[in-house]
T-cell receptor, first 110, second 115 residues
């Protein structure tokens, strides 16, 4: 079956760095996505990885290792507004269909 | 550019009653998705449309759920009759087929409470 695992919650201090890990087992692979979701709001796209390596986009970076079935999202210089749920999602062998993890709730403290 | 529009934002109904949700995708997006999201969980796909064709409805509970996208633009998701376990947020998303990443854009969702 398909399985996507990520930690339930992480807490970090404003200005610090947090790394959210995601491991997956899926039928086929056509890319891995990270979404941010604030409470009561829609998920918003953060990053997409389909090849191994690191993709950097401002304060956020995402890494993928296809052979290990592993990705992480790195949030640098944390701000209070980064407090949200971060969803890892994999597009398996069905093009366009995303399988989401349960999300990691990041709490940023002053 | 307007985002994905959904209505209503909130709905409270009694069990066994029918309910319908409406979604208007981003202009030009030919792929439309309906997801269900329970509290503390990620979205789960219910149905995916390419234009007006439902290309993946394997996760849609067809005994009580139905959906349509008659003109290949906006879409309606219906539940009849609703059960207590249907209480959740129903998200609509759209994407552009042929885009490099199939990035999906989500609407704000409809929060359904069944009492």
């Amino acid at each position: 079956g398909q399985n996507i695992d990520q930690p339930t919650e992480m807490t970090a201090t404003e200005g610090a760095i947090v790394q959210i890990n995601c491991t997956y087992q899926t039928s086929g692979f056509n890319g891995l996505f990270w979404y941010q979701q604030h409470a009561g709001e829609a998920p918003t796209f953060l990053s997409y990885n389909v090849l191994d390596g690191l993709e950097e986009k401002g304060r956020f970076s995402s890494f993928l290792s296809r052979s290990k079935g592993y990705s992480y999202l790195l949030l640098k210089e944390l701000q209070m507004k980064d407090s949200a749920s971060y969803l890892c999602a994999v597009m398996g062998d069905s093009w366009g269909k995303l399988q989401f993890g349960a999300g990691t709730q990041v709490v940023v403290t002053p | 550019e307007a985002g994905v529009v959904q209505s209503p934002r909130y709905k409270i109904i009694e069990k066994k009653q029918p309910v319908a949700f409406w979604c208007n995708p981003i202009s030009g997006h030919n792929t439309l998705y309906w997801y269900l999201q329970n509290l503390g969980q990620g979205p789960e796909l219910l149905i995916r449309y390419e234009n007006e064709e439902a290309v993946d409805d394997s996760q849609l509970p067809k005994d009580r759920f139905s959906a349509e996208r008659l003109k290949g633009v906006d879409s309606t998701l219906k539940i009849q009759p609703a059960e207590l376990g249907d209480s959740a947020v129903y998200l609509c998303a759209s994407s552009l087929q042929g885009g490099l990443s199939h990035e999906q854009y989500f609407g704000p969702g409809t929060r359904l409470t069944v009492t």
